[in-house]
């Protein structure tokens, strides 16, 4: 069974760091795109930082020069470092992965079940 656990959520003051993880384990043959999305309250859910199998990358304007999203493909994980944490970044933080099970197969958006992250004095 194919599974998304993020961590490392939590209540940081104005101006501090996380680093979020999400881990995907299971019968995995590839994964393409790995995506970093939240959702605050009474808002609707924005991509914040996307990597493809490449490498590439592309964030969401208000975060950029802020958070970096990586990934290491060995361990099937994708990070997202965020620092100068503002309030408005508050949100449930969801990951998703764009995997594949089998050899010709079709490609799957996986979901985790999210990690709350506040920001706060």
């Known amino acids: 069974q194919v599974q998304l656990v993020e961590s490392g959520g939590g209540l940081v003051q104005p101006g501090g760091s996380l680093r979020l993880s999400c881990a995907a384990s299971?019968?995995?043959?590839?994964?393409?795109?790995m995506t970093w999305y939240r959702q605050a309250p009474g808002k609707q859910r924005e991509l914040v930082a996307a990597?493809?199998?490449?490498?590439?990358?592309n964030y969401e304007d208000s975060v950029k020069g802020r958070f970096t999203i990586s990934r290491d493909n060995a361990k099937n994980t994708v990070y997202l470092q965020m620092n100068s944490l503002k309030p408005e970044d508050t949100a449930a933080y969801y990951c998703s992965a764009d995997l594949r099970l089998k050899v010709g197969g079709p490609v799957y958006r996986y979901w985790g079940q999210g990690t709350q992250v506040t920001v706060s004095s």
């Open positions: 990597i493809l199998s490449g490498g590439s990358t």
């Open positions: 299971g019968n995995i043959l590839s994964i393409n795109g």
